[in-house]
Protein backbone atom coordinates (compact mmCIF):
# COMPACT_ATOMS: atom_id res chain seq x y z
CA UNK A 1 0.00 0.00 0.00
CA UNK A 2 1.09 3.41 -1.06
CA UNK A 3 1.16 6.66 1.24
CA UNK A 4 -2.41 7.47 0.09
CA UNK A 5 -5.37 6.19 2.00
CA UNK A 6 -8.31 8.70 1.02
CA UNK A 7 -10.75 7.23 -0.40
CA UNK A 8 -13.01 9.21 -3.33
CA UNK A 9 -16.98 8.60 -3.89
CA UNK A 10 -17.77 10.08 -7.58
CA UNK A 11 -21.85 10.23 -8.08
CA UNK A 12 -22.40 9.28 -11.52
CA UNK A 13 -26.39 9.22 -10.88
CA UNK A 14 -28.45 10.98 -8.00
CA UNK A 15 -31.89 10.80 -9.30
CA UNK A 16 -34.75 8.57 -7.76
CA UNK A 17 -37.51 6.27 -9.56
CA UNK A 18 -36.77 7.46 -13.32
CA UNK A 19 -34.76 9.80 -15.06
CA UNK A 20 -35.34 13.46 -15.69
CA UNK A 21 -33.48 15.27 -18.71
CA UNK A 22 -35.09 18.05 -18.53
CA UNK A 23 -33.32 21.84 -17.64
CA UNK A 24 -34.98 22.21 -14.22
CA UNK A 25 -33.26 19.21 -13.05
CA UNK A 26 -29.53 19.48 -14.51
CA UNK A 27 -28.11 21.76 -11.41
CA UNK A 28 -28.37 18.43 -9.81
CA UNK A 29 -28.27 16.03 -12.26
CA UNK A 30 -31.01 13.43 -14.10
CA UNK A 31 -28.93 10.13 -14.01
CA UNK A 32 -30.43 7.44 -11.85
CA UNK A 33 -27.92 6.00 -8.86
CA UNK A 34 -24.78 5.17 -9.74
CA UNK A 35 -21.41 6.07 -7.31
CA UNK A 36 -18.09 4.95 -7.99
CA UNK A 37 -15.85 4.18 -4.99
CA UNK A 38 -12.09 4.48 -6.12
CA UNK A 39 -10.21 3.09 -2.77
CA UNK A 40 -6.10 3.75 -2.45
CA UNK A 41 -3.69 1.56 -4.58
CA UNK A 42 -6.61 -0.32 -6.22
CA UNK A 43 -6.79 -1.64 -9.62
CA UNK A 44 -10.32 -3.09 -9.42
CA UNK A 45 -13.31 -1.02 -9.85
CA UNK A 46 -15.91 -0.49 -7.43
CA UNK A 47 -18.96 0.58 -8.85
CA UNK A 48 -22.16 0.70 -6.54
CA UNK A 49 -25.63 0.23 -8.43
CA UNK A 50 -26.20 0.29 -12.36
CA UNK A 51 -28.75 3.21 -12.92
CA UNK A 52 -28.90 5.30 -15.72
CA UNK A 53 -25.64 6.99 -14.51
CA UNK A 54 -23.00 4.22 -14.76
CA UNK A 55 -23.46 4.53 -18.51
CA UNK A 56 -21.45 8.17 -18.46
CA UNK A 57 -19.11 6.17 -16.41
CA UNK A 58 -18.79 3.43 -18.81
CA UNK A 59 -17.78 5.70 -21.48
CA UNK A 60 -15.01 7.76 -19.65
CA UNK A 61 -13.58 3.97 -18.90
CA UNK A 62 -13.71 3.15 -22.74
CA UNK A 63 -11.68 6.00 -23.59
CA UNK A 64 -8.72 5.10 -21.28
CA UNK A 65 -8.84 1.79 -23.58
CA UNK A 66 -7.32 -1.08 -21.54
CA UNK A 67 -8.88 -3.95 -19.64
CA UNK A 68 -11.16 -3.26 -16.92
CA UNK A 69 -11.76 -5.44 -13.92
CA UNK A 70 -14.16 -4.99 -10.97
CA UNK A 71 -17.29 -5.78 -9.13
CA UNK A 72 -20.22 -4.17 -8.94
CA UNK A 73 -22.64 -4.21 -6.41
CA UNK A 74 -26.60 -3.99 -6.89
CA UNK A 75 -28.30 -2.97 -3.91
CA UNK A 76 -31.83 -4.68 -5.29
CA UNK A 77 -33.48 -5.10 -9.09
CA UNK A 78 -35.83 -2.21 -9.27
CA UNK A 79 -35.77 -0.44 -12.77
CA UNK A 80 -33.86 2.77 -11.39
CA UNK A 81 -31.08 0.40 -10.07
CA UNK A 82 -31.02 -1.42 -13.52
CA UNK A 83 -31.68 0.94 -16.13
CA UNK A 84 -28.44 1.77 -17.07
CA UNK A 85 -26.52 -1.77 -16.64
CA UNK A 86 -27.21 -2.66 -20.93
CA UNK A 87 -25.76 0.02 -21.83
CA UNK A 88 -21.87 0.08 -19.74
CA UNK A 89 -19.91 -0.38 -22.55
CA UNK A 90 -16.99 -2.43 -20.86
CA UNK A 91 -19.32 -5.30 -21.19
CA UNK A 92 -18.99 -5.68 -24.24
CA UNK A 93 -15.38 -5.91 -24.59
CA UNK A 94 -13.86 -9.24 -24.16
CA UNK A 95 -10.93 -7.93 -22.19
CA UNK A 96 -12.54 -7.16 -19.27
CA UNK A 97 -13.76 -9.02 -16.10
CA UNK A 98 -16.66 -8.11 -13.83
CA UNK A 99 -18.11 -9.93 -10.87
CA UNK A 100 -22.26 -8.22 -10.02
CA UNK A 101 -23.74 -8.70 -6.63
CA UNK A 102 -27.19 -8.54 -5.54
CA UNK A 103 -28.87 -10.16 -2.92
CA UNK A 104 -30.96 -13.41 -3.78
CA UNK A 105 -34.50 -12.52 -4.48
CA UNK A 106 -37.79 -14.05 -4.60
CA UNK A 107 -37.90 -14.79 -8.36
CA UNK A 108 -34.19 -16.16 -8.12
CA UNK A 109 -30.44 -14.93 -7.76
CA UNK A 110 -28.16 -12.43 -9.35
CA UNK A 111 -27.60 -14.25 -12.53
CA UNK A 112 -31.77 -15.07 -13.06
CA UNK A 113 -32.38 -11.63 -12.26
CA UNK A 114 -30.37 -9.77 -15.00
CA UNK A 115 -30.94 -12.70 -17.63
CA UNK A 116 -35.26 -11.80 -17.05
CA UNK A 117 -33.98 -8.21 -17.37
CA UNK A 118 -32.06 -9.44 -20.49
CA UNK A 119 -34.64 -11.42 -22.16
CA UNK A 120 -35.98 -10.68 -25.39
CA UNK A 121 -39.71 -8.94 -24.35
CA UNK A 122 -37.50 -6.27 -22.37
CA UNK A 123 -34.49 -5.75 -24.08
CA UNK A 124 -32.66 -6.97 -27.83
CA UNK A 125 -29.11 -7.54 -25.94
CA UNK A 126 -29.11 -10.95 -24.27
CA UNK A 127 -26.43 -11.33 -21.04
CA UNK A 128 -25.16 -13.96 -23.72
CA UNK A 129 -24.16 -11.53 -26.08
CA UNK A 130 -22.10 -8.98 -23.92
CA UNK A 131 -18.48 -10.05 -24.54
CA UNK A 132 -16.75 -9.63 -21.21
CA UNK A 133 -16.32 -12.14 -18.34
CA UNK A 134 -19.25 -11.91 -16.29
CA UNK A 135 -19.23 -13.66 -13.01
CA UNK A 136 -22.78 -13.53 -10.66
CA UNK A 137 -22.75 -13.73 -7.21
CA UNK A 138 -25.63 -14.05 -4.78
CA UNK A 139 -24.32 -11.83 -1.86
CA UNK A 140 -25.11 -12.85 1.46
CA UNK A 141 -25.57 -10.42 4.46
CA UNK A 142 -22.36 -11.88 6.30
CA UNK A 143 -19.11 -9.65 5.48
CA UNK A 144 -16.66 -10.65 2.94
CA UNK A 145 -13.45 -9.25 1.35
CA UNK A 146 -12.54 -8.52 -1.70
CA UNK A 147 -8.74 -8.11 -1.84
CA UNK A 148 -8.12 -4.39 0.21
CA UNK A 149 -11.72 -3.76 1.07
CA UNK A 150 -14.61 -5.85 3.02
CA UNK A 151 -18.59 -5.72 2.53
CA UNK A 152 -21.97 -6.66 4.36
CA UNK A 153 -25.29 -5.56 4.22
CA UNK A 154 -28.66 -5.16 6.09
CA UNK A 155 -31.51 -5.37 4.79
CA UNK A 156 -33.20 -2.10 4.08
CA UNK A 157 -36.84 -1.34 4.71
CA UNK A 158 -37.79 -1.05 1.17
CA UNK A 159 -40.31 -3.31 -1.25
CA UNK A 160 -37.48 -6.10 -2.85
CA UNK A 161 -34.76 -7.81 -0.98
CA UNK A 162 -32.82 -4.73 -0.96
CA UNK A 163 -28.84 -4.07 0.57
CA UNK A 164 -28.00 -1.80 2.22
CA UNK A 165 -24.10 -2.22 2.22
CA UNK A 166 -21.28 -1.56 4.64
CA UNK A 167 -17.92 -1.10 3.01
CA UNK A 168 -14.89 -1.36 5.03
CA UNK A 169 -11.43 -0.38 4.56
CA UNK A 170 -8.42 1.45 5.93
CA UNK A 171 -10.17 1.62 9.19
CA UNK A 172 -12.87 3.35 7.59
CA UNK A 173 -16.72 2.71 7.22
CA UNK A 174 -18.80 3.41 3.96
CA UNK A 175 -22.52 3.02 4.26
CA UNK A 176 -24.75 3.13 0.85
CA UNK A 177 -28.53 2.98 1.35
CA UNK A 178 -29.96 4.56 -1.82
CA UNK A 179 -33.36 3.20 -1.26
CA UNK A 180 -34.42 2.63 2.50
CA UNK A 181 -37.65 4.57 4.36
CA UNK A 182 -36.49 6.08 7.67
CA UNK A 183 -39.65 6.69 9.18
CA UNK A 184 -40.18 9.18 11.81
CA UNK A 185 -41.42 7.64 15.24
CA UNK A 186 -45.18 8.43 14.45
CA UNK A 187 -45.34 6.03 11.40
CA UNK A 188 -42.90 3.47 13.17
CA UNK A 189 -43.52 -0.13 13.75
CA UNK A 190 -40.82 -2.14 13.99
CA UNK A 191 -38.50 -0.60 16.27
CA UNK A 192 -36.14 -3.99 16.25
CA UNK A 193 -35.21 -2.77 12.89
CA UNK A 194 -34.62 1.26 13.52
CA UNK A 195 -32.18 -0.07 16.54
CA UNK A 196 -30.42 -2.38 13.64
CA UNK A 197 -30.35 0.01 11.06
CA UNK A 198 -28.24 2.89 13.79
CA UNK A 199 -26.16 0.19 14.80
CA UNK A 200 -25.56 -0.54 11.23
CA UNK A 201 -24.21 3.25 10.24
CA UNK A 202 -22.91 4.54 14.06
CA UNK A 203 -19.63 6.33 13.60
CA UNK A 204 -19.95 5.62 9.88
CA UNK A 205 -17.07 8.03 7.61
CA UNK A 206 -20.11 8.25 5.25
CA UNK A 207 -23.22 7.75 4.51
CA UNK A 208 -25.16 7.68 1.56
CA UNK A 209 -28.93 7.92 1.73
CA UNK A 210 -32.36 8.00 0.20
CA UNK A 211 -33.46 11.19 0.89
CA UNK A 212 -36.35 11.41 -1.55
CA UNK A 213 -38.88 13.38 0.14
CA UNK A 214 -39.22 15.96 3.04
CA UNK A 215 -41.65 14.95 6.34
CA UNK A 216 -44.63 17.30 4.44
CA UNK A 217 -44.52 14.86 1.21
CA UNK A 218 -43.80 11.86 2.72
CA UNK A 219 -47.10 11.98 5.03
CA UNK A 220 -49.06 10.59 1.70
CA UNK A 221 -46.56 8.05 0.77
CA UNK A 222 -45.37 6.04 3.85
CA UNK A 223 -44.95 2.73 2.53
CA UNK A 224 -43.43 3.45 -0.76
CA UNK A 225 -39.81 2.32 0.80
CA UNK A 226 -38.32 5.72 0.50
CA UNK A 227 -37.02 8.90 3.35
CA UNK A 228 -37.93 12.11 4.08
CA UNK A 229 -34.49 14.37 4.40
CA UNK A 230 -35.61 15.66 8.14
CA UNK A 231 -35.26 11.93 9.39
CA UNK A 232 -32.20 10.29 8.11
CA UNK A 233 -30.11 13.83 8.80
CA UNK A 234 -31.68 13.30 12.91
CA UNK A 235 -30.75 9.72 12.90
CA UNK A 236 -27.42 10.24 11.17
CA UNK A 237 -26.57 13.15 13.31
CA UNK A 238 -27.41 11.13 16.51
CA UNK A 239 -25.48 8.38 15.82
CA UNK A 240 -21.62 9.80 15.28
CA UNK A 241 -22.32 9.39 11.32
CA UNK A 242 -19.28 11.45 9.66
CA UNK A 243 -20.13 12.88 6.53
CA UNK A 244 -23.54 12.38 5.03
CA UNK A 245 -24.62 12.75 1.42
CA UNK A 246 -28.76 12.86 0.92
CA UNK A 247 -29.44 11.41 -2.92
CA UNK A 248 -31.99 9.76 -4.71
CA UNK A 249 -34.03 12.43 -5.41
CA UNK A 250 -37.60 12.59 -6.69
CA UNK A 251 -38.52 13.66 -10.14
CA UNK A 252 -40.49 15.92 -8.88
CA UNK A 253 -37.78 17.68 -7.04
CA UNK A 254 -36.78 20.62 -9.67
CA UNK A 255 -32.85 22.13 -9.00
CA UNK A 256 -34.44 24.80 -6.94
CA UNK A 257 -36.66 22.89 -4.56
CA UNK A 258 -33.23 21.26 -3.97
CA UNK A 259 -31.54 24.53 -3.28
CA UNK A 260 -34.02 25.55 -0.96
CA UNK A 261 -33.54 21.70 0.64
CA UNK A 262 -29.65 22.06 0.97
CA UNK A 263 -30.45 25.79 2.67
CA UNK A 264 -33.15 23.91 5.15
CA UNK A 265 -30.34 20.96 5.73
CA UNK A 266 -27.31 23.35 6.12
CA UNK A 267 -29.09 25.70 8.83
CA UNK A 268 -30.24 22.48 10.86
CA UNK A 269 -27.57 20.51 10.76
CA UNK A 270 -24.65 21.94 9.22
CA UNK A 271 -22.55 21.99 12.60
CA UNK A 272 -23.32 18.28 13.02
CA UNK A 273 -21.13 16.37 10.75
CA UNK A 274 -18.08 17.22 8.80
CA UNK A 275 -20.06 17.22 5.51
CA UNK A 276 -23.82 17.64 5.10
CA UNK A 277 -25.19 17.28 1.50
CA UNK A 278 -27.96 16.80 -1.21
CA UNK A 279 -25.16 15.61 -3.47
CA UNK A 280 -25.26 16.58 -6.88
CA UNK A 281 -24.16 13.93 -10.41
CA UNK A 282 -20.58 14.69 -11.08
CA UNK A 283 -19.80 15.34 -7.49
CA UNK A 284 -16.66 13.67 -5.39
CA UNK A 285 -17.04 13.25 -1.96
CA UNK A 286 -12.93 12.37 -0.26
CA UNK A 287 -12.97 10.60 3.15
Known sequence: MGSNTSVSC???????????????????????????????????LLILDSGTGIRKLGEKLARQ?????GH?????????????????????????HFTIHMPRQKLGGCRDILNSYHGQTFFPVSLDML???????????ELRTYGSYGVEYMRANHGARTAIYKLH?????????PDNELVSEKYAKNTSWVDTFTT???????????????????GNRQ????????EV??????????????????????????????EQLQRSYGDAFIDVRLVREGETIVI
Not at 238 to 259: E, I
Open 200 to 218: FIVGADLLIHDAQYDLESY
Open 131 to 141: KANLDFVDQPQ
Open 169 to 177: FNGKTLVFA
Open 65 to 69: NHPQR
Open 72 to 96: VFISHPHWDHLQGFPFFRPFFSDEN
Open 10 to 44: TFWGVRGSVPCPYPTHMAFGGNTTCVQIALPDADE
Open 223 to 230: GWGHSPWQ
Open 233 to 262: ARVAAGHNVKRLALMHHDPGATDAKLLHRQ
